[in-house]
């Protein structure tokens, strides 16, 4: 014996009932899902209005700085690390290298791969900073001396 099943059109006399049943209890199963959720079910239903912006100023930031409107400069932040970075926005431009602490001594640590660095300075950079590796800092030779110094060498004021 065979029996041959063919798909009928439209949806099947279950999901009929089971839809009809459904749509017959939503306001309990409504408040069902608030009861359960501390309302936010509904909650999650309601169009978001979004916050008028009257009086707000809003600044988007982003997007690079040209080189041509970029006013660098050598710094040495709070953590040791010597970078230089623009005058205008404040934002690093390069990492040159670390103050780093040896044996108790303050050295400057030049950013090259030969250091350790996975994100070296440029050839050129490193050659003109080349002597600066590993010279130390002192109470007569401070880091503001040397971001000066480093500026000196690399062209920036």
Do not use: C, W
Not at 15 to 43: F, H, M, P, W
Not at 47 to 60: C, D, F, M, S, T
Not at 94 to 111: K, M, N, S, Y
Request: glycine letters at 10%; a positive charge.
């Amino acid at each position: 014996m065979v029996e041959i099943i063919s798909k009928r059109d439209g949806p099947r006399r279950e999901d009929v009932q089971v839809k009809r049943l459904i749509e017959q209890n939503r306001s309990t199963i409504v408040r069902l899902a608030d009861q359960l959720s501390a309302g936010g079910y509904s909650a999650s239903k309601k169009p978001r209005r979004q916050p008028k912006a009257e009086g707000l100023i809003i600044h988007v930031g982003g997007g690079p700085v040209s080189a041509s409107e970029a006013r660098p400069s050598v710094h040495v932040s709070i953590n040791g690390r010597v970078v230089s970075k623009d005058q205008n926005t404040g934002r690093q431009l390069h990492h040159i290298g670390d103050i780093r602490d040896r044996d108790g001594e303050q050295i400057f640590v030049l950013a090259t791969k030969q250091n350790g660095y996975f994100a070296p300075v440029d050839e050129t950079v490193a050659a003109k900073l080349a002597d600066m590796d590993g010279i130390r800092l002192t109470s007569a030779y401070s880091e503001e001396q040397l971001a000066g110094d480093i500026g000196v060498k690399l062209g920036i004021g």
